[in-house]
T-cell receptor, first 112, second 114 residues
Framework: EAGVTQSPTHLIKTRGQQATLRCSPI?????VYWYQQALGLGLQFLLW???????NRGNFPPRFSGRQFPNYSSELNVNALELEDSALYLC???????????FGDGTRLSIL | GNSVTQMEGPVTLSEEAFLTINCTYT??????LFWYVQYPGEGLQLLLK?????DKGSNKGFEATYRKETTSFHLEKGSVQVSDSAVYFC?????????????FGKGTLLTVNP
């Protein structure tokens, strides 16, 4: 069974640009979660999508947004990039509310 | 709101030493508790979990007991190996419907030397 896959592995951008990160969940998983892992801050919950809808959102500004497609894959979009957005962005998937989350290896976003 | 506090690292041990990583939490209700492990260059893997008070989660020689009276979920292993070197995250899951999410501690880096 293929795990959660994220692309790209690394992404380098400059301030003010826009970044798109992609996540494919495990087959059969309908929920996708996004987390930011910034140095010294641990993992911060960003977004939760289930059945194509945004279900919950962490304490991040509106320039962090995303969507979930009919095949349950997901995109995270970050607009107007700032230096402090440099982090590892992790995607996880599960079969639904309260079920174990399975994580991908992450996309490392570097802002120059 | 919910929060998780775990001991700051880094923790450096010799092979076969005893490991304890402390984790305490603040939450409303009765959250489920987890330990995740992140090996270098990889995402997080669920190590163990406990869903109610006095439950003991265990996996790969690691154990943690859900202590409601002390709001703790300390991770222990009797004899660590070099391959256990990783970052360990304690987390709680609030089951509040649309507010559902995992709240993580900041992680503890464990290095085991041969």
């Amino acid at each position: 069974e293929a795990g959660v896959t994220q692309s790209p592995t690394h992404l380098i951008k400059t301030r003010g640009q826009q970044a798109t990160l992609r996540c494919s969940p495990i087959s059969g998983h309908t929920s996708v979660y996004w987390y930011q892992q910034a140095l010294g801050l641990g993992l911060q919950f960003l977004l939760w999508y289930d059945e194509g809808e945004e279900r919950n959102r962490g304490n991040f500004p509106p320039r962090f947004s995303g969507r979930q497609f009919p095949n349950y894959s997901s995109e995270l979009n970050v607009n107007a990039l700032e230096l402090e957005d440099s982090a590892l962005y992790l995607c996880a998937s599960s079969t639904g509310l309260g079920q174990p989350q399975h994580f991908g290896d992450g996309t490392r976003l570097s802002i120059l | 709101g919910n929060s998780v506090t775990q001991m700051e690292g880094p923790v450096t041990l010799s092979e076969e030493a005893f490991l304890t990583i402390n984790c305490t939490y603040t939450a409303t209700g009765y959250p489920s508790l987890f330990w995740y492990v992140q090996y270098p260059g990889e995402g997080l893997q669920l190590l163990l979990k406990a869903t109610k008070a006095d439950d003991k989660g265990s996996n790969k020689g690691f154990e943690a007991t859900y202590r409601k009276e002390t709001t703790s979920f300390h991770l222990e292993k009797g004899s660590v190996q070099v391959s256990d070197s990783a970052v360990y995250f304690c987390a709680l899951e609030n089951s509040g419907g649309s507010n559902y999410k995992l709240t993580f501690g900041k992680g503890t880096l464990l290095t085991v030397n041969p």
